[in-house]
């Protein structure tokens, strides 16, 4: 399983850019990168997933080096709502034999302030 | 939002008595998971399931136990609830491991007194 490694915490400012990096070190060939989000006394939820390169969606970007040991979660322009936890998730799309193990780590928290 | 529910989503009970946690999805998912967040500790898997009656442990089961005898419902047992159980406890749901989405409850608060 790969572990995944972030820092446990950020600030920003509304209206800046703010980049989160994950590493993951041990990724396997099958392993996908997803990146989750989470509010107090809520339940995570999906924010972008990709496997190598770059992936863009309407809230994100996701970069992915060459060597996928590492992604960088981006989000443009964050405001004070963007203040969350936030977690990359690496696991596999497997095959009839994987079992499916998601383990998480720590999280970053990301404050942003007015 | 997916169809998942955690019943009950708030109980307080005392030390030693048993503890049934339930999680119904609608969406007919094959993966199901139970991870338990503490301050600090962020979201650690407990056990999960990849299919009915198929389950396995994660990295903190001791002490929990699980059932999932219909794709639906996937329940989560304390046998006799610890202090150090108390906890918010997340169900999540997915079609396929890893490259999947994964859908969460709203959480389940227990308090172990």
């Known amino acids: 399983l790969a572990k995944t490694t972030q820092p446990i915490s950020m600030d920003s400012y509304e209206g800046q850019e703010v980049n989160i990096t994950c590493s993951h070190n041990?990724?396997?060939?099958?392993?996908?990168i997803t990146w989750y989000q989470q509010f107090p006394s809520q339940g995570p939820r999906f924010i972008i997933q990709?496997?190598?390169t770059k992936v863009t969606n309407e809230v994100a970007s996701l970069f992915i080096p060459a060597d996928r040991k590492s992604s960088t979660l981006s989000l443009p322009r964050v405001s004070l709502s963007d203040t969350a936890v936030y977690y990359c998730?690496?696991?596999?799309?497997?095959?009839?034999?994987?079992?499916?193990?998601?383990?998480f780590g720590q999280g970053t928290t990301l404050q942003v302030k007015p | 939002d997916a169809g998942i529910t955690q019943s009950p989503r708030h109980k307080v009970t005392e030390t030693g008595t048993p503890v049934t946690l339930r999680c119904h999805q609608t969406?007919?998912?094959?993966?199901m998971y139970w991870y338990r967040q503490d301050p600090g500790h962020g979201l650690r898997l407990i056990h999960y399931?990849?299919?009915?009656?198929?389950?396995d442990k994660g990295e903190v089961s001791d002490g929990y136990s699980v059932s999932r005898s219909k794709t639906e419902d996937f329940l989560l047992t304390l046998e006799s609830a610890t202090s150090s159980q108390t906890s918010v406890y997340f169900c999540?749901?997915?079609?396929?491991?890893?490259?999947?989405?994964?859908?969460f409850g709203e959480g389940s608060r227990l308090t172990v007194l």
């Open positions: 999540a749901i997915s079609d396929r491991q890893g490259a999947g989405e994964l859908f």
């Open positions: 041990n990724i396997a060939t099958n392993d996908y």
């Open positions: 990709g496997y190598k």
């Open positions: 998730l690496v696991g596999s799309q497997g095959g009839s034999g994987n079992t499916g193990k998601l383990i």
């Open positions: 969406e007919n998912h094959r993966y």
């Open positions: 399931s990849y299919g009915v009656k198929d389950t």
